[in-house]
């Protein structure tokens, strides 16, 4: 599925808590959520975000993007640093009906924001962290089908697990994450391992690999 200048295609995130409703410190928790949605801006390039990571109500969020691997990108950083507190996506891919609005992802309209909102209600549907609409149904599905998967482990992840896998994230090196941490190398080769992290993070990127190369009119499904 080829970009066409002339009528170019965009990538539409929203994200969302899951259970918002339920949670005790309901507040507190919309406000990291809006923290965590600003540092967003800054985790994604520049040159993919077309219209920029915006809160629309207290937990929900929504970003236009030009690339599909940035959107997956988005949605694990979220989820990395939202944890324990689950969220949910829905990546659309479409075309836009009205002029971009660079600053705020608000205001705007066309398919891609439509096969968001369908792909995040399927995924509350389904109670599932990610669904993605708009490419092909076989690809589709096979992109649920593996994210379903990367559910299932990350929703095991003990809170050191998931410190251990943010640090990993952002350290590049287990000495560096045990150095932070104050721990041995082995406490977290061992953390990393039982967690199946470096797995869960290669079927990440796979998701968001697969999703650009549809868009870009490189391999089909």
Known sequence: MATNPDDPRYVALIGDIRGSRKLDNRNEAQEEFKQVVDSLNE???DGSIASRFTVTTGDEFQVLLTDATDAVGAAVAASDRFHPARLRFGIGLGELDT????DQAIGMDGPCFHRARKAID?????????????WSNAL???????????????EDWTARQAEFALALTEAATQKRVAERYGVSKSTVSESLSAGHVRKVRKAETSIGDLLQAALTGGERL
């Open 43 to 45: 985790h994604v390039p």
């Open 99 to 102: 002029e971009v609005n660079p």
């Open 122 to 134: 399927a995924a509350a549907t389904d109670e599932a962290w990610l669904r993605v609409d708009g």
């Open 140 to 154: 589709d599905s096979h992109v649920n089908a593996m994210a379903d998967l990367v559910q299932c482990v990350r």
